[in-house]
């Protein structure tokens, strides 16, 4: 058997597997050095900890039906598929997708939620009751993606917030909510006493006006971008991923001003795939068709 907790102060809990039916009892030691430890018996759980004591049960499906936390009590429901319809505080609503498009927080307050075609959210709206009916929808955020479906942008009543991936990891983060950089890995890192950090905007520019001297080149960190795509085709990177690793919305705009196939490796390319499918004719050059 094996199981996870995740911060018990935030009352987060996983089980990853079924207790057998003929288990009554068993303890699990998880972080001895911070006095965690799971109690197992039937379909219930135990979880002991410095934050205190919390308990849980669960249906013959797996599903979270009751959590007991210092006396009190609070219960889960589920309607089809096992998704949950209330939690004791809120009620919840699905489209046909199973995405969540309603969230009853009070009598009087609930969420709506707005998804594109691929099921990623798009928009949370607010709605009040008030004198007797629901007044309008009031937008409270939009999320926006990038070509991998990552989230890029965030526009949180006015909070802007944008990223950067590396594949799927999140490199660089930068909002204006006052939080800066963050989970931020340095293509040129800052060394020092107090450890790898990142060059502020005016110690980058003197960075690379020290380079440019020392090179006799005058350059832009921007033209990195087209000189870094064309060396990726050069070497048979297709088009598509290369215009997806600059964040392109289509190949369109990595060939009109960024990078684009050569003449030399087209025709081999041509080349190759006819010879292969017609071995028995004449070799074919391209070059001169």
């Not at 911060?7 to 911070?34: T, V």
């Not at 018996?41 to 959590?67: D, E, H, L």
Request: charged share 20%; with cysteine; aromatic share 12%.
């Amino acid at each position: 058997m094996e199981y996870d907790i995740d911060n018990l102060s935030r009352e987060h809990l996983m089980k990853r597997s079924n207790i057998p039916d003929n288990l009554k009892e068993c303890n699990l030691a998880i972080e001895p050095e911070a006095n965690i430890s799971l109690k197992a018996w039937g379909g219930n759980w135990q979880a002991t900890s410095t934050f205190g004591t919390i308990m849980y049960g669960y249906s013959s499906v797996g599903n979270r039906i009751w959590k007991n936390e210092g006396g009190s009590n609070l219960t889960y429901n589920y309607g089809t598929y096992s998704k949950l319809t209330s939690n004791g505080s809120y009620s919840y609503a699905y489209d046909a997708d199973g995405n969540v498009v309603w969230k009853n927080v009070t009598n009087s307050v609930r969420y709506n939620y707005l998804y594109n075609s691929f099921g990623q959210m798009t928009e949370v709206k607010k709605q009040l009751y008030s004198g007797g009916s629901w007044g309008t929808l009031a937008t409270i955020a939009k999320y926006y993606y990038d070509a991998n479906g990552a989230r890029a942008k965030t526009d949180e009543s006015g909070t802007i917030s944008r990223y950067l991936y590396s594949g799927h990891d999140p490199i660089y983060y930068n909002g204006t909510d006052g939080k800066g950089h963050k989970d931020t890995i340095a293509l040129i890192p800052t060394i020092s006493r107090k450890g790898v950090g990142v060059y502020c905007q005016q110690a980058f520019g003197r960075l690379k006006n020290e380079v440019s001297e020392e090179a006799g080149i005058r350059f832009k960190w921007k033209d990195y971008r087209p000189t870094g795509g064309q060396l990726a085709l050069d070497v048979g990177v297709s088009i598509d991923q290369v215009s997806r690793s600059m964040r392109h919305a289509s190949t369109q705009t990595t060939e009109r001003y960024y990078c684009r196939t050569r003449a030399e490796p087209a025709f081999a390319n041509v080349n190759e795939a006819y010879n292969r499918a017609f071995p028995d004719k004449p070799a074919m050059n391209a070059k001169n068709v």
